[in-house]
């Protein structure tokens, strides 16, 4: 268990968070989600040791982090904002720099060559690696020491939709191996491919946390959305769908209807237009589900 009591942290001119508490746990993931700026980096420095704090504790399977940071830390793997890797020495060498620190045994970067498919690359300067590979020597790195803790700084940011994915599963799998997972995003839909596994999510702003609710609660928060058909017979359409007992307004682009099941409901609702002769163009939310609840809390 990671116990974060009333942590205060900051640069030198002031603290940039303030009081933060929260508790993570085996088998779920909690997320730090919050717009750039607003401190997440900061308390996962915070956390992992990196950053002293001004006030408060960080415990980490019962042991305090600045009583035994040594042991702490040994819990914990980070990866860091950005792909934070020694470019100019090649894959094998940046695992071995870090094995060594840690001490660990040779096999276990072969294993995680292996696992992260780096094998090829071993001897490639971790510079010339792609974004999506740089990404993977990263999270090799910092699993090298088998951490029971994983804190992952903004994990998805400049991935392309596959790496992400394979990312995403790769955090499925640590989970299910009973780590503790951390990671932080100000990309709100990448929170939609995480339903259906145990998630909390805090919301920060300005240094504090606003909000902590789980991902399926924050979904069904917002129990309707609207989206826009772009569609060539707006007032026929409009006529056609409130038949069916939809809430439909005319916009300059097309109509705008409400929603509450999706996946099901907009199929539906093309299929409809289409088979009286309606053409659609393009159908977008005005806002994902979570954006919603994301901007009214930050407007609050
Ligand atoms: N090394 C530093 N020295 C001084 N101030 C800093 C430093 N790093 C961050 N800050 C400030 O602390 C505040 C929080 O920054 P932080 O990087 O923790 O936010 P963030 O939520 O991770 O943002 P982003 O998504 O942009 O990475 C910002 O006002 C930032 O300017």
């Given at each position: 268990m990671l116990e974060v009591e009333n942590i205060s942290a900051g640069y030198?001119?002031?603290?940039?968070?303030?009081?933060l508490s929260f508790i993570a746990i085996k088998k779920e993931i909690y997320v730090l989600l919050g717009?750039?700026?607003?401190g997440k980096t900061t308390t996962f420095r915070a956390i992992t040791g990196i950053l002293p704090l001004s006030s408060g504790r960080v415990v980490v399977d019962g042991i305090d982090l600045w009583v035994e940071p040594e042991n702490a830390k040994r819990k914990m793997g980070y990866l860091p904002e950005?792909?934070?890797?020694?470019?100019?020495?090649?894959v094998y060498k940046n695992l071995r720099f870090f094995a060594k620190i840690y001490d660990v045994e040779e096999e276990r970067i072969n294993e995680l060559l292996k696992e992260f498919r780096l094998e090829k690359y071993?001897?490639?300067?971790?510079?010339?690696?792609s974004r999506g590979f740089r990404k993977r020597l990263a999270l090799a790195r910092a699993l090298l020491h088998n951490p029971d803790i994983l804190v992952l700084d903004?994990?998805?940011?400049?991935?392309d939709i596959p790496t992400a994915l394979s990312l995403r599963d790769k955090i499925f799998e640590m989970l299910k191996e009973g780590k503790i997972i951390l990671f932080s995003t100000?990309?709100?839909?990448?929170?939609?491919?995480?339903?259906?596994?145990k998630c909390r999510v805090a919301i920060m702003k300005e240094g504090k946390l606003v909000l902590e609710e789980r991902l399926e609660n924050l979904l069904s928060k917002v129990s309707s959305i609207e989206v826009v058909f772009k569609v060539d017979k707006k007032i026929r359409a409009k006529e056609l769908l409130e038949k069916f007992g939809y809430n439909v307004n005319v916009e300059n682009t097309g109509i705008s209807v409400m929603v509450s099941r999706y996946n099901d409901e907009v199929p539906a609702i093309m299929k409809i237009l289409l088979t009286q002769g309606i053409n659609v163009y393009e159908v977008k939310p005005k806002e994902t589900p979570i954006e919603k609840i994301f901007t009214g809390i930050l407007e609050k």
């Open positions: 030198g001119n002031g603290d940039v968070i303030e009081n717009a750039n700026g607003a950005g792909e934070r890797v020694y470019p100019d020495l090649t071993k001897n490639t300067k971790a510079g010339y690696l903004e994990p998805f940011s400049n991935l100000h990309i709100l839909s990448e929170l939609q491919n995480f339903e259906g596994v």
